[in-house]
């Protein structure tokens, strides 16, 4: 393989990656709630980059700013309930299914049990991010994340001896799946997108890697170290270093 093929570079996602996912905070929240699976995840993107999430995502808004807007978004049951059909419609599931006429979701305290969820390390992953840096990787995190979060900074001390770099969409006011955010770290990291891998647990971000020639490999919830090993079968047919892992 020429080197010019040869993979560098690995970027990781945070939540759901390593560490756990903010989805399991918002399933077992909509189960608490009584609304149907999913339901919040519909209702948080239905706006797609003009939604409150997205917005507090690019650093567009304050915490109180962002929490409010959120929280209307998320009780807009008329809205809500045309995403939430046009998604069962998608998947081929049950149009008919009964949808709530009006809810009380907290948006405060959804997007503290989420962060809280992510303060929660994934240690399979963990390990691999400490082994590539040791086999001489450049590593770098890729992060939508919010600059003004008072449940905690996500760049403790966790995150500050991991990576060559740590690439927020608050600070750089892109987010993934933009392609100009992947670029962007590539960039930090001196490798094209064909020199790296990268990790995710979103599938729309996922294609976005893909479409710029990275190595993408999806992180399910659970299956943590099935990630894990496809990545070191990829570094050890492409990898710069395969012998060291």
């Known amino acids: 393989m020429a080197a010019s093929n040869r993979i560098r570079a690995v970027i990781f996602d945070i939540g759901g990656v390593v560490v756990r996912s903010p989805f399991i905070a918002i399933s077992a929240y909509e189960r608490e709630q009584g609304l149907p699976a999913n339901y919040i995840n519909v209702a948080l993107s239905k706006l797609g980059d003009s939604g409150a999430f997205q917005r507090y995502e690019r650093g567009e808004l304050s915490y109180t700013e962002f929490i409010d807007l959120w929280t209307a978004e998320l009780n807009d049951a008329d809205a809500n309930n045309r995403a939430y059909r046009a998604y069962l419609k998608r998947r081929d ?44 990787y450049r590593v770098a995190a890729l992060t939508n994340n919010f600059k003004d979060d008072p449940t905690g900074d996500m760049r403790d001390s966790l995150f500050d001896d991991l990576f060559d770099h740590f690439v927020e969409s608050s600070d750089v006011g892109l987010r993934k799946p933009d392609p ?66």
């Open 93 to 136: 599931l049950d149009v008919r299914m009964v949808l709530p006429a009006k809810t009380q979701i907290n948006g405060a305290v959804l997007f503290g049990r989420m962060m809280q969820m992510t303060r929660q390390p994934n240690k399979a992953v963990v390990d691999l991010i400490r082994e590539l840096r040791r086999s001489g």
């Open 180 to 245: 100009r955010f992947y670029l962007h770290a590539c960039n930090l990291l001196d490798v094209r997108p064909a020199e790296t891998v990268f990790l995710d647990d979103i599938g729309k971000n996922l294609r976005a890697a893909d479409r710029l020639g990275m190595a993408a490999v999806q992180v399910e919830i659970g299956k943590e170290t099935e990630a894990v090993d496809a990545v070191k079968r990829i570094l050890r047919a492409r990898g710069f270093a395969p012998a060291r892992l």
